[in-house]
């Protein structure tokens, strides 16, 4: 049961997750929300909420986890060997980024048709770059995933709290450094930093009647899933070359 409620816990999660990071972002680009030109502060804001808010619902479900990111995931499986995590948190995990960007489609139905841009459209779903320099967007991608996977373990290292986290904390500390990461690095890629909550909806995207879209940017899309999942795997490399767990 206990894994089922992990797995429950990963898609519910996210769904959480996207539903709300998505949904400033709609919110911000799209004419006639009345949050229109909220800003880039508003944006990091917001996910930074989203995450908090995610990782909650994921933990009250019985997720002990609460991964909602498949960079994450790989990372746990080379520091515990849990293979079977990329079998059922990582289909949940894209699975519920999906369902949430189905919402916000939904949420924000009569604003897709006023807005002429397909670019800000598409930009309430998945990421794209600044400047487009795959090589460079690549790296952007790998060092916030290096940073959020060595921060977060750092967070809830026992040199740092011995007794554990206390109830509750984890998720907000989460966030807050989710909301860093985006202020201090996300201007070049828009900070994806987790496969799912790009693939998802980016397939939401492809797959969804949005008035006037345009591309959805497959050409890009191997550099936010390669990438978080590299920047991952570098940062075990040093958490376990320095004795940080």
């Avoid at 909220?38 to 909420?49: E, F, M």
């Avoid at 746990?76 to 990582?90: K, P, Q």
């Avoid at 590299?230 to 940062?235: I, S």
């Amino acid at each position: 049961m206990g894994s089922w409620s992990a797995v429950v816990g990963e898609f519910v999660g996210t769904f959480v997750l996207i539903v709300l990071g998505n949904g400033v972002v709609a919110g911000a680009l799209l004419n006639r929300s009345k949050a229109q030109n909220a800003g880039w502060i508003s944006i990091t804001a917001g996910w930074a909420i989203a995450v908090f808010a995610g990782v909650a619902v994921s933990a009250a479900l019985g997720d002990a986890d609460g991964h909602l990111n498949p960079a994450f995931t790989v990372a746990s499986v080379i520091m515990t060997g849990h293979a079977e995590r990329l079998f059922t948190y990582i289909p949940a995990q894209i699975l519920g980024a999906l369902c949430g960007a189905v919402v916000v489609w939904l949420h924000y139905k009569p604003h897709w048709k006023l807005t002429e841009d397909p670019d800000a459209k598409f930009a309430c779903f998945a990421t794209a770059p600044a400047v487009d320099a795959p090589v460079w967007n690549l790296l952007s991608e790998v060092i916030g995933t290096f940073i959020l996977v060595l921060i977060a373990t750092a967070l809830f290292s026992k040199r740092i709290a011995p007794a554990g986290v206390a109830p509750g904390l984890g998720p907000v500390l989460v966030g807050s450094l989710v909301w860093g990461i985006g202020l201090s690095l996300g201007g070049t890629t828009g900070y994806a930093i987790n496969p799912a909550r790009d693939l998802g909806p980016r397939l939401a995207h492809a797959l969804l009647p949005i008035a006037g879209k345009g591309s959805s940017g497959w050409r890009y899309a191997w550099i936010p899933v390669i990438g978080p999942v590299l920047g991952a795997m570098l940062a075990v490399v040093l958490i376990r070359g320095l004795g940080m767990l």
